[in-house]
């Protein structure tokens, strides 16, 4: 993949539709969300025509803080998951990245405050419109070890989220498929906390 990765979805929409390009413009993937699930279930695609399915990701429990959610191939094969960190995420989202058990990356938000600000201005009738280029929350993946591999930030926007992750350091590809799989997920379920 070329980074910067660009994530766009429209703010204002039925059932949530986010698009991921690369740096050349290119589309990498494609997911819709289903609306009105109690147990989330997303499909991954590579076009916006959803005929090329790449990954499906499952929560592994209806409406949990706690929630797991696996990836599984287009043969049904597993090939991770992320888990989000109950209590944990409730202030400061916190996400581990795991390959069956093994914990291999760690999401964090690096400012909850410009969240919670983000959130707050875009209830207000008129202010809403500009909340989007006034707070950017922040996320950083690192491995076990704390050294950090991308950022995920939003950007400035009208009517639609926007976010870029950047390539911070170089990862396996298995591990950076798990790693983009789980900021998607991540951007689906945080983007209902502001």
Known sequence: MKYPLDLSFKLIALSPQLSVTDATGQLVFYVKQ?????????????????????????????LDISATYRFQDTQGNPFGAVRRRGMKSIWKAHYDVLRGETELLTIREQNPFAKVMDS????????????????????????????????????????????????????????????????LMMVLLE???G
């Open 34 to 62: 289903k609306a009105f699930k109690l147990k989330e279930s997303v499909t991954v695609y590579a076009d916006r025509e959803q005929t090329r399915p790449v990954a499906t990701i499952a929560a592994d429990r209806i």
């Open 120 to 183: 707050i201005l875009t209830e207000i009738p008129l202010l809403g419109l500009l909340s989007g280029y006034l707070f950017q929350p922040r996320y950083g993946v690192t491995r076990a070890d704390g050294s950090p591999v991308l950022t995920l930030q939003k950007r400035p926007a009208f009517f639609e989220g926007r976010f870029r992750i950047e390539k911070v350091a170089d990862l396996p590809p298995e591990e950076e498929a798990l790693a983009i799989m789980s900021l």
């Open 191 to 193: 983007r209902r906390r």
